[in-house]
Nanobody, 129 residues
């Protein structure tokens, strides 16, 4: 069974940067659209960004991170990365990556939580001075 592992979280000051990585424990991510999600205490899990399968030609971002976060995939390294710049305290959350279970088209990806499975264990991101 596919299992995803997130890494790269930590404590950073406002305005700082972090780079999150998502990799499978086995198998390959090439055929899957991958999403990054976050969940803050007392809030619902939300879709932060997604990248389409194969060459990742399509990406999508929630408005609050657009222009600050960049999602990318390196199929040779079997990794999907979320580069987070200009971090704000409201970005504080547990960040998860997951596989889109409904579509593997390279032309589109959805950020809907309900389309994703094989969730990783999450990595904590804390933005605080």
């Amino acid at each position: 069974q596919l299992q995803l592992v997130e890494s790269g979280g930590g404590l950073v000051q406002p305005g700082g940067s972090l780079r999150l990585s998502c990799a499978p424990s086995r198998s390959t991510l090439d055929y899957y659209a991958i999403g990054w999600f976050r969940q803050a205490p007392g809030k619902e899990r939300e879709g932060v960004s997604c990248i389409s399968s194969s060459d990742g030609r399509y990406t999508s971002y929630i408005e609050s991170v657009s222009g600050r976060f960049t999602i990318s995939r390196d199929n040779a390294k079997n990794t999907v990365t979320l580069q987070m710049n200009s971090l704000k305290p409201e970005d504080t959350a547990v960040y998860y990556c997951a596989v889109n279970m409904r579509s593997s088209t390279p032309y589109y990806c959805s950020r809907s939580v309900y389309e994703y499975g094989y969730w990783g264990q999450g990595t904590q991101v804390t933005v605080s001075s």
